[in-house]
């Protein structure tokens, strides 16, 4: 059974919004409607959204902004994103910002619907696990072993000898390879400490991860940079 059982359809355009939720809903999917981006956090604060289909151009608050506070949630909701823009800055934008796929207007039904189950398979693959269940998980990803028990880090058979606060960055990216976290997520869920009063002290400590975890820092393989948002764990292992 896949996770994604229900979904908030974030757009403007109503033909556009019917037509989803009458292919959606016949796709045996539970559908949810927003049609301006100040509904669309509301609805989605509500809980219970298992995937988001959001346009990107918004009224009131932009697919942008809405895309950022989904991603700020502590619950990881994919987000399949929708633009009239056909140019590649928009479309790489949107992906920085943490969307997990794009869909660019005119679409096809079927395309849409095989993205939603695309990612459907990946919510199955990547969902989190409990404190409790991920207690003594052991994640491995090539030549790295993360020991969840144990709280350590071995590479090609080595103690990584990461601080508290480094294998708690890496733990928290290594269990949801994929999924982007913002800096500000990063130091919420880490118990990192701001210095300089910004979200950006994170990037000390993922530079400090990294020279330990990567075999070049400069052009990191397992923890790699969400341009202008934050930080994600490879998923190219999965």
Known sequence: MTAV??????EDD?????????????AGYRVGKAVDGRLAIQRFD????????????????????????????????????LTAKTEEANKVAGLEMGADDYV????????LLARVKALGR?????????????????????DLVVDLGKRIAIKAGEDLKLTQKEFELLKILALTPGRPYSRRTLCERAGVESFDGTDRTIDTHIKRLRAKLEADRNRPTYVLTV?????KFTDRFC
């Open 122 to 142: 990946r919510v199955d693959m990547l969902s989190p696990l409990s404190d409790e269940k991920a207690t003594d998980k052991v994640l491995t990803y090539g």
């Open 46 to 81: 509500e809980g219970g959204w298992d995937l988001v289909v959001l346009d990107l151009m918004l009224p009131h608050v932009d697919g942008m902004e809405v895309c950022r506070h989904i991603r700020n949630s502590p619950r990881y909701v994919p987000v399949l994103m």
């Open 14 to 26: 109503p033909n556009i919004s019917q037509l989803l939720r009458m292919h959606l809903e016949r």
């Open 104 to 111: 660019t207007k005119p679409f096809s039904i079927e395309e």
């Open 5 to 10: 059982k229900n979904i908030l359809v974030v």
């Open 227 to 231: 341009w202008g948002f934050g930080y």
